[in-house]
């Protein structure tokens, strides 16, 4: 901010000051000592306020320096949008801090059971519990494999997420589920989760179950569901405190292209995709809706 210069009286540079705010020059004016000051805010301003302040100057009451109400609105919008900027600013410095002190119990809770029930499963302890955490005991998929589920046996839609077939597979998935779920829980309440976390794992598995039989397990599917939920509120609605670092969005979007690959052996691809597309539906419709609406 830089001084133009100055004008005998208050009236006359507050005058001139509206006029430079509807000429879409930004000024302050103050009292000095050899009369009212005339600042200028941005630098790139400076030439041309100097130039409008001497002809200002020769003829103060020239009708076009009658903007005061065009001024009062411009000042009322300018107000506006601050609030609103207020409004939906979110200082991720101090919200890191307190996200990290707010508890997270159900995303605690479906860590301990993957952990608890993976470790069984493993050490081959309670195999009389795990035919009933498959998908389906059926060799082969289709409509004859559901006979559990036709039989009220429902939770089988979800328990297969909570097993992994090795260790790296369940520390990869509750990295990311202590990451992406817990930053839900926080920002959105256990519930959400909870619904997000249910919705993310049926659907998914059911496809997966469609596509390529009941041979499948693991959390995968849910992680991408988090994570599609994340990227897109990241994307549409950042004032709700759901970030993403955009590293984080190339290496999911990047292991997911070469899982599809077959390199890695045999995946339950069907589910990540099935997961992805679920957390972009909960993280994007709405914002769809409300655009397609205004269309």
């Known amino acids: 901010m830089r001084q133009i210069g100055s004008l005998p009286d208050e009236k006359s540079a507050r ?24 600042w200028i805010e941005d630098d790139d301003h400076l030439d041309r306020g100097r130039a409008e302040l001497e002809q200002y100057r020769q003829n103060p009451q020239d009708a076009r320096y009658d903007g005061a109400s065009a001024a009062q609105a411009i000042r009322a919008d300018q107000q506006r949008r601050a609030l609103r900027r207020r409004e939906n600013y979110v200082d991720y410095r101090t919200s890191w801090s307190r996200s990290v002190r707010s508890p997270t119990p159900l995303t605690i809770i479906l860590v301990a059971v993957s952990c608890l029930l993976s470790v069984l499963l493993w050490l081959d302890l309670a195999a009389g ?31 297969p997420i909570f097993l992994h077939a090795n260790a790296m597979h369940l520390l990869f998935n509750m990295l990311w589920l202590i990451d992406l779920g817990g930053t839900i829980e926080r920002r959105k309440k256990a519930w959400f989760l909870g619904l997000l976390v249910l919705a993310s794992a049926v659907f998914p598995n059911l496809a997966q179950y469609f596509w390529a039989g009941p041979a499948f397990l693991g959390m995968s599917g849910v992680v991408y569901g988090l994570f599609g939920y994340v990227w897109m509120k990241d994307r549409y609605a950042p004032h709700e405190g759901l970030a993403l670092n955009p590293h984080t969005s190339f290496y999911m979007l990047a292991w997911l292209v070469v899982c599809m690959t077959g390199w890695l052996g045999p995946i339950a691809n069907t589910a990540h995709i099935g997961g992805l597309v679920v957390g972009v539906l909960f993280g994007g419709t709405r914002h769809w809706w409300r655009r397609l609406i205004r269309r």
């Open 15 to 38: 005058r001139f000051e509206d006029y430079l705010l509807t000429q879409g020059i930004r000024s302050t004016v103050e009292e000095g000592r050899e009369g009212w000051s005339i």
């Open 129 to 159: 519990l795990f035919q009933y955490l498959w998908f389906s005991t059926a060799r082969e998929g289709g409509l004859a494999g559901l006979v559990e589920l036709r039989h009220g046996q429902v939770w089988r839609l979800i328990t």
